[in-house]
């Protein structure tokens, strides 16, 4: 079977701004070949079982070369298998894509080419910066300043000054100097704004604004360091009036999600809406159980059931996945009483058109047994699917009341081995703001992905007190939510974000 390979462009590094039709691609990637500069975002987006190939490629830090990097897209090509050439920006500016499209031709290789962002655009404008404004530059001229040690830049700068236009250079960091140099040495304006641009995009993004004589003294004073983008022309005057971003709640912070995979994205999105930037890396995740007699039996027998209790919105996923997939009508759980243990349950059932019934103040195993056994009496059946290994204190306090309870487990927890980022290394040098929990299980999982000399330097948000006492137990710094919420968690991170500024 022949292979296939994507050139996709990841944008500057906000997974936002990678276009719909590259996330798709990469779903579906078996090998994913990838640059230094892509977002961890994004990187956390490469499905866990492709095959990762990290070719670096970083301002004067090139782990393979051009040659080698393409040599291996042909290869793995000819495996039969999909890849994906993964790139900062947009594949085909200054990204070398052609070079890597024309010896795939050359292989009879088919190629397909998926634009992104560029930074040259994205990034100023994240920093409050128009590209082109109406009073102030009609054109936008792209450049890139990158140059070989101990040789002068190949750029004609006299052309660019006649241009009066916006000018971006990329990759100019390390040639600032020269940059500024050059565009007064040809007759630009010692005044002319210009600025240089950091991380733009994430949540580590900064700005330097001066004019061309100041910039690289300026730029000295706060350390500006690669990657960054470089802006010369009167739009950067606009920047301090047209910033956004630094309004935004959560702006400035990055936060690390461990929710189990197929529950994280919707807690992800509300962050984003408020300025994080949020790494999404799953510290569990969630494998139904096969569907074996056991459930058949219990499922039979629903109408001698009385109530049907739910610990967690991944319970109750599988559950009516695994209803239908027995064939067994909803409308048969109509005689039931619903419990669930908290809001986050509640609202996963109420999608279902189910309301609960029961639903402890606390959200907690205990919490739920207590209130079961408040409101049954010993000829009540409780049934109880959830996951293998569940919390014993719950079924220990519902059987006071002398209810028989069925517990069946539908799904078994499985901790997460491995990240594609180097989480010790992030947490060490304090890139990670605060790390968000929702149940102890994701507590123990995180902690399996980090070296123990980190723990003591991880902010941990956890949802109700049981996540906090085993944050707590790794020696973690805690915060807890109000309310064992998704809003509760998000707004408690809000607070703890005005409360530095």
Not at 106 to 114: K, L, N, P, Q, Y
Request: contains cysteine; aromatic residues 6%; charged residues 25%.
């Amino acid at each position: 079977m022949a292979g296939k390979v994507w050139l996709v462009g990841a944008g500057p590094s906000d997974p936002g701004l990678m276009t719909v039709k590259g996330k798709e691609v990469l779903k579906q990637a078996e090998v994913v070949v990838y640059d230094a500069l892509i977002g961890m975002g994004i990187l956390t987006m490469i499905p866990k079982d492709a095959e990762r190939i990290h070719v670096g490629k970083r301002s004067g830090n090139h782990t393979m070369r051009q040659e080698e990097i393409s040599q291996i897209l042909v290869e793995k090509a000819k495996e039969g298998k999909r890849v994906v050439r993964l790139k900062g920006g947009d594949p085909f500016l200054f990204g070398r894509g052609g070079e890597e499209m024309e010896l795939l031709k050359e292989h009879g290789i088919s190629c397909e080419v998926v634009p992104g962002v560029t930074s040259a655009i994205s990034v100023p404008a994240y920093n409050g910066i128009p590209i082109t404004h109406r009073d102030f530059s009609s054109s936008l001229h792209i450049i890139t300043a990158h140059k070989r040690e101990d040789k002068p830049l190949d750029i004609d700068f006299a052309s660019l000054v006649k241009l009066k236009g916006t000018l971006v250079f990329l990759m100019g960091v390390k040639a600032l100097e020269d940059i500024c140099a050059g565009l007064r040495n040809a007759g630009m304006a010692e005044d002319t704004p210009a600025a240089i641009l950091q991380q733009g995009t994430t949540a580590k993004q900064r700005k330097v604004v001066a004019t061309l004589a100041t910039l690289k003294e300026e730029a000295q004073k706060e350390s500006i360091q690669s990657p960054a983008i470089i802006v010369v022309g009167a739009v950067c005057s606009l920047a301090e009036k047209l910033s956004w971003y630094e309004d935004l709640e959560l702006a400035g912070k990055r936060i690390l999600l461990t929710r189990p995979r197929h529950l994280i994205s919707q807690m992800a999105e509300k962050l984003r809406k408020k300025g994080a930037e949020v790494l999404e890396v799953p510290a569990v995740s969630i494998e139904p159980r096969i569907m074996d007699e056991s459930f058949q039996k219990a499922v039979e027998k629903l109408e001698e059931y009385t109530v049907l209790a739910f610990t967690s919105p991944s319970g109750v996923q599988v559950f009516f996945d695994q209803l239908k997939t027995a064939g067994i009508d909803i409308r048969k759980l109509a005689h039931l009483k619903i419990a669930a243990m908290g809001k986050g349950t509640g609202k996963e059932l109420e999608e279902r058109g189910i309301f609960v019934d029961y639903m402890p103040e606390i959200y907690d195993a205990a919490s739920l047994g207590k209130l079961l056994a408040e409101k049954c009496t010993a000829q009540d059946v409780i049934f109880l699917p959830r996951a293998a290994n569940g919390n014993p204190e719950l079924v220990k306090e519902a059987e006071k009341s002398g209810s028989k309870i069925i517990e069946l487990p539908i799904y078994n927890t499985v901790y997460e081995k491995e990240s594609i980022i180097d989480l010790t290394k992030e947490i060490k040098e304090e890139s990670i703001d605060y790390v968000v929990f929702t149940s102890a299980s994701t507590v123990k999982s995180f902690t399996e992905l980090v070296n123990p000399g980190a723990y003591h330097k991880v902010q941990a948000v956890c949802i109700g007190k049981k996540t906090e006492e085993a944050a707590k137990s790794y020696g973690m710094q805690t915060f807890v939510s109000k309310e064992s919420t998704i809003e509760s968690v998000i707004q408690r991170l809000q607070e703890l974000t005005a409360s530095e500024k």
